[in-house]
């Protein structure tokens, strides 16, 4: 676990990206947001990488391979890393799929080299918990762990941020003697059209894209990404 002073500053909270298969403008969805709010801190609640080729699930054919896969995805990694070139990370079942991997084949952990020297990010940092000491409060975040509303904050007794769960973007607010305290899901930024999420084709619930942050204050807030509006690049005559 770590903590992290939030205190009179701005966080953004990214969703699940599943790179390669984010949302086709999640670069600049980001950064307009960023250019907006100027954040202080930046968090993923993980699954930042799909690692479908590599999962313990069945893949489909017609999916990339495992060396493209990951190809494409460092590529989505730096990308990500020249907008924001420090990140704190959630541990998640996705992201960590190599290790996951590693474990099963019975492979030594100290031949596996680290994520952060995998993607070449070296400000990038992964943590199972992370708690924001805001002026609210403290909030935890974590990929996600409980899906039931109001849940995870009345467990543990403080705010929380969570991602994992897809279809649930949402503000929860609860009240108690000595005040409130909010669950927040941020949903997605993986888009439910590509291949890798074709198991949930057929699900009622569709994904949700957008992300989260806390303001100065210490308040939550979402995003959409479906009022985000790409900007049409000028033409030039000649």
Not at 55 to 77: A, Q, V, Y
Not at 199 to 208: G, L, M, R, T, V
């Amino acid at each position: 676990m770590i903590r992290l002073d939030c205190k009179n500053k701005k966080a953004l909270i990214i969703s699940d990206l599943h790179f390669p298969y984010s949302v086709p403008d999640w670069f600049e969805f980001l950064e307009d947001l960023h250019k907006k709010n100027n954040y202080d801190l930046i968090i993923s609640v993980g699954d930042e990488v799909d690692f479908s080729s590599i999962s313990f699930h069945d893949k489909d054919p017609g999916m990339l391979n495992p060396s493209k896969e990951l190809t494409d995805s460092i590529d989505c990694m730096k990308k990500l890393e020249s907008l924001f070139p420090k990140i704190y990370f959630c541990e998640s079942n996705h992201g960590s799929l190599i290790f996951r991997r590693q474990k099963f084949a019975g492979i030594p952990i100290e031949v596996i080299k680290p994520l952060d020297q995998i993607y070449g990010t070296p400000q990038f940092s992964w943590h199972d918990e992370i708690i924001l000491e805001t002026n609210k409060g403290d909030v935890y975040i974590c990929h996600g762990k409980v899906s039931r509303p109001g849940g995870l904050s009345k467990e543990i007794g403080v705010s929380t941020f969570q991602g994992h769960f897809h279809s649930l973007f949402n503000i929860v607010y609860s009240t108690h003697l000595t005040g409130s305290r909010f669950d927040a899901y941020v949903g997605c930024l993986a888009d439910q059209d590509k291949l890798a999420f074709a198991y949930a084709k057929n699900n009622s619930k569709k994904f949700i894209n957008g992300v989260g942050d806390i303001d100065e204050n210490g308040t939550p807030r979402l995003y959409l990404y479906s009022d985000f509006i790409p900007k049409i690049p000028e033409s030039h005559s000649s």
